[in-house]
């Protein structure tokens, strides 16, 4: 399997920061790499495929980018909404396999 | 509105079963793979299986693999979870998701159904 290393866990910031968040691979992936959000209580949501790929809806403050072993998800403008759990998942190869989570809190 | 509304959860005991259900609504179920992803307690996400959408590819995570079934009725729009077995390490959220074209990705969610395995 896969692994992956997502960082940080836990990242404080304020409503209108930039914020970036890291996945790294244990071997490479192409750009098989998608991005969730996921509020207290609630299901995950996809935010970003292919590595870079927008899902439909998702603001444009959202952005990832990267490929083979090193990735990122940057949210440009912080907005209160904002505020969650993100999750990276390869499907690259079986099984598919989620990154352990960044929390973003309230600063 | 694309929908997927999971049922069936609950408290069980170690060594029992569960049959999870997952009804889908708003789009072509029987055009989609489907998927089961759990989430323990406080924890991180894990994919638990997956399933083609005419039922001929199926695969499962090699944790619950020999324990669990996952299967299909595209006449009534219905995926379930057959749990056999259970382990408080299957304590967890389980959600439905639906699979984005033919890969392990997941674009639309169930809002999830509760597994308790305790004595």
């Known amino acids: 399997a896969i692994w992956m290393t997502q960082s940080p866990s836990l990242l404080s910031a304020s409503t209108g920061d930039r914020v970036t968040i890291s996945c790294r691979m244990s071997?490479?992936?192409?750009?098989?790499l998608a991005w969730y959000q996921q509020k207290p209580g609630k299901a995950p949501e996809l935010l970003i495929y292919?590595?870079?790929t927008l899902q439909s809806g998702v603001p444009s403050r959202f952005s990832g980018s990267g490929s083979g072993t090193d990735f990122t998800l940057t949210i440009s403008c912080l907005q209160s909404e904002d505020f969650a759990t993100y999750y990276c998942?390869?499907?690259?190869?079986?099984?598919?396999?989620f990154g352990q989570g960044t929390k973003v809190e309230i600063k | 509105e694309v929908q997927l509304v999971e049922s069936g959860g609950g408290l069980v005991k170690p060594g029992g079963s569960l049959r999870l259900s997952c009804a889908a609504s708003?789009?072509?179920?029987?055009?989609?793979?489907m998927n089961w992803v759990r989430q323990a307690p406080g924890k991180g996400l894990e994919w638990v299986s997956s399933?083609?959408?005419?039922?001929?590819?199926?695969y499962y995570a090699d944790s619950v693999k020999g324990r669990f079934t996952i299967s299909r009725d595209n006449a009534k729009n219905s995926l379930y979870l057959q749990m056999n077995s259970l382990r408080a390490e299957d304590t967890a959220v389980y959600y439905c998701?639906?699979?984005?074209?033919?890969?392990?990705?997941?674009?639309?969610w169930g809002q999830g159904t509760m597994v308790t395995v305790s004595s």
């Open positions: 998701a639906r699979g984005y074209g033919d890969q392990h990705l997941f674009d639309i």
């Open positions: 708003g789009f072509t179920f029987s055009s989609y793979s």
């Open positions: 399933i083609s959408s005419s039922s001929s590819y199926i």
């Open positions: 071997q490479g992936i192409s750009s098989y």
């Open positions: 292919a590595a870079s």
């Open positions: 998942q390869q499907y690259y190869s079986f099984p598919p396999t």
